[in-house]
T-cell receptor, first 115, second 110 residues
């Protein structure tokens, strides 16, 4: 009974392709996030949504487009994939609208490899 | 100073040892801090929160030094299962609700 689930777990694709990663949480949380963890293990926030509204939008190429159809789902679509997009992408959720004092619950991650 | 900085290690210690990690931060206004644990190829999971001077949970103690702007994590009586990467997490400098993750400190207990 996974709290934050994301699919797929592994994604191998060619440069220039378009791909999506899906995320769902069954915790009833209001806020969801996408994080990117690069090869040096730094975990950086990309986006956050609170109840379907975009709250945080870091300096991310506009090839990355998050979509939140409802507060339990936050999907990430990536257009024209580049080699530098290879990383592990984590979805996360937290109960309230700000995460500075909230526990984050992470999904198991999506390993994206762009060839 | 970087927003958050950790010694990446690795720290190699024998079972039963006591080990401590430090993490420095730049935002003097930060009120809450966290240590997350990340196992190899797994997602980060919250280990401890630190809101005032410190927090203790079994073999784990987290301490906050506001004057010097660092937090520490002390692990006593290390177990093999403690082997992981420990991520220091602090609020971002702007009031955006953003958390900044450190690079992590890798612990290997043998």
């Amino acid at each position: 009974d996974t709290a934050v689930s994301q699919t797929p777990k592994y994604l191998v694709t060619q440069m220039g392709n378009d791909k999506s990663i899906k995320c769902e949480q069954n915790l009833g949380h209001d806020t969801m996030y996408w994080y990117k963890q690069d090869s040096k293990k730094f975990l950086k926030i990309m986006f956050s949504y609170n109840n379907k509204e975009l709250i945080i939008n870091e300096t991310v190429p506009n090839r990355f487009s998050p979509k939140s159809p409802d507060k339990a789902h936050l999907n990430l679509h990536i257009n024209s994939l580049e080699l530098g997009d290879s990383a592990v992408y984590f979805c996360a959720s937290s109960q309230a609208g700000t995460a500075t004092n909230e526990k984050l619950f992470f999904g198991s991650g999506t390993q994206l490899s762009v060839l | 100073r970087k927003e958050v900085e950790q010694d990446p290690g690795p720290f190699n210690v024998p079972e039963g040892a006591t080990v401590a990690f430090n993490c420095t931060y730049s935002n003097s206004a930060s009120q809450s801090f966290f240590w997350y644990r990340q196992d190899c190829r797994k997602e980060p999971k919250l280990l401890m929160s630190v809101y005032s001077s410190g927090n203790e949970d079994g073999r784990f103690t987290a301490q906050l030094n506001r004057a010097s702007q660092y937090i520490s994590l002390l692990i006593r009586d290390s177990k093999l299962s403690d082997s992981a990467t420990y991520l220091c997490v602090v609020p971002g400098s702007s009031n955006t609700g953003k958390l900044i993750f450190g690079q992590g400190t890798t612990l290997q207990v043998k």
